[in-house]
């Protein structure tokens, strides 16, 4: 995969994480810009989501701990955990706030 390829499907994760925030109508602050998503949640805590370009991997820092996904059979896969972009990103949203979103099957 190509640097224009890479960014477009990034951002077409990080556009289907916003219109489920939009859908769920959560109540935190949120906002994407140049290839970053923040979530800011009232105890001040944020989880960051952003394409690591060199790498071609999309980076999750959270409150609890950070992760790296790797584009692996057509999945963005975490290489320490295993564990899918998605459902990280959904579980992380409510470890830190409460709020239940569903990412599941998405894209």
């Not at 970053?36 to 980076?59: C, M, T, Y």
Request: hydrophobic share 45%.
């Amino acid at each position: 995969m190509n640097d224009s390829e890479f960014q477009q499907l990034v951002d077409d994760h990080l556009m289907v994480i916003e219109e489920a925030l939009d859908e769920a109508m959560v109540d935190f602050d949120y906002e994407t810009m140049a290839g970053v998503l923040k979530l800011a949640f009232s105890d001040g805590s944020q989880i960051i989501i952003n394409r690591q370009e060199p790498l071609h991997q999309i980076w999750v820092a959270t409150k609890f701990d950070g992760h790296h996904f790797a584009l692996t059979n057509g999945q963005w896969i975490d290489n320490r955990s295993g564990v899918e972009f998605f459902a990280l990103v959904a579980t992380s949203i409510e470890r830190q706030c409460g709020d239940v979103i569903n990412l599941s099957g998405l894209i």
